[in-house]
Nanobody, 114 residues
Framework: QVQLVESGGGLVQPGGSLRLSCTISGLISSVYNTDWYRQAPTKEREWVASISYSGSESYADSVRGRFTISKDNAKKMVFLQMDGLRSDDTANYYC????????WGQGTQVTVSS
């Protein structure tokens, strides 16, 4: 079993920054391929970014150049640094890992508004 807990969401003005954290616990020894997804009201959940076991990063076109995914293997944490936030980034953000099954956190709300 793997547990994922997100934190760091909040209200921020357009152009501002937030750093989301995903804390990983359970029967897992390291940070394997981990993703961030988001879901806005009335929209489908969409993929945002991924980081592989080796540290390779990938991003959705909508966030590339503004968001940065990183991880701390020792602390078993994954981060999403979000800069240049826009109103259309408003969503509930979820951490996801596949380890023999899909594991999701409960989400953390990000609201971008003036």
């Amino acid at each position: 079993q793997v547990q994922l807990v997100e934190s760091g969401g909040g209200l921020v003005q357009p152009g501002g920054s937030l750093r989301l954290s995903c804390t990983i616990s359970g029967l897992i020894s390291s940070v394997y391929n981990t993703d961030w997804y988001r879901q806005a009201p009335t929209k489908e959940r969409e993929w945002v970014a991924s980081i592989s076991y080796s540290g390779s990063e990938s991003y959705a076109d909508s966030v590339r150049g503004r968001f940065t995914i990183s991880k701390d293997n020792a602390k078993k944490m994954v981060f999403l640094q979000m800069d240049g936030l826009r109103s259309d980034d408003t969503a509930n953000y979820y951490c996801h890992m596949y380890r023999g099954g899909d594991y999701w956190g409960q989400g953390t709300q990000v609201t971008v508004s003036s």
